[in-house]
């Protein structure tokens, strides 16, 4: 589980600079410059998502078991996913309507990705790693409100269009073998 924590208060923790220390993240950007800074940021985070996927991997099975969600749950959490999924399309590709709609999709997303992997699973391990990226979505969302971001402006509403047809194509990916293939668990509960 150390890992796991160690991976987590890097990747979180330098994700967090912006939120919690702007002034100071753009004193040391000015004074190593851009590229540095970008380059540091960068190193930091793969570490970090290194030792989260690492400790993750190493904690959950062993991770004891703090609750068993019914089954009608994890099929919520399967139904979250999927406008998780278009959340992130949303933020990946050109302005549509959507993206100044959600304001910052990439942060739903993740919020609705937590959410839905907290209520499908009850194990210490998973409760650890999804708690605390939802506890750092909505720090950051706050944080960007406080920040006064205006959203993009607005797209035509094919941009919107694409962003749900490759939603619901990776979707079925993640139902069909992806999810399986890379993290070893079934996305659908069936039992």
Do not use: C
Not at 67 to 89: N, Q, T
């Amino acid at each position: 589980m150390l890992v796991l924590i160690l991976g987590l208060a890097l990747f979180l923790g330098v994700h967090s600079v912006r939120v919690f220390v702007p002034a100071w993240r753009d004193k040391k950007r000015e004074a190593i410059g851009h590229g540095t800074w970008r380059g540091a940021y960068s190193l930091v985070s793969l570490i970090g998502f290194v030792l989260i996927v690492w400790g993750y991997g190493q904690a959950w099975a062993a991770a004891p078991v703090l609750y068993e969600p019914p089954v009608w749950l994890k099929h919520l959490a399967a139904l979250l996913m999927l406008f998780a999924l278009v959340a992130i399309m949303v933020f990946a590709l050109p302005a549509g309507r959507l993206k100044p709609a959600l304001k910052h999709p990439m942060l739903l997303a993740v919020k609705l990705w937590a959410v839905a992997h907290l209520l499908a699973n009850g194990d210490l391990a998973s409760i650890l790693l999804f708690g605390s990226f939802l506890v750092w979505a909505v720090l950051d969302r706050i944080s960007v409100k406080r920040r006064g971001e205006a959203p993009p402006a607005p797209g035509p509403m094919l941009n919107d269009a694409i962003a749900v047809g490759a939603a619901v194509v990776l979707y079925v990916l993640f139902v069909w073998k992806l999810h399986l293939w890379l993290f070893g668990a079934l996305p659908i509960a069936t039992a």
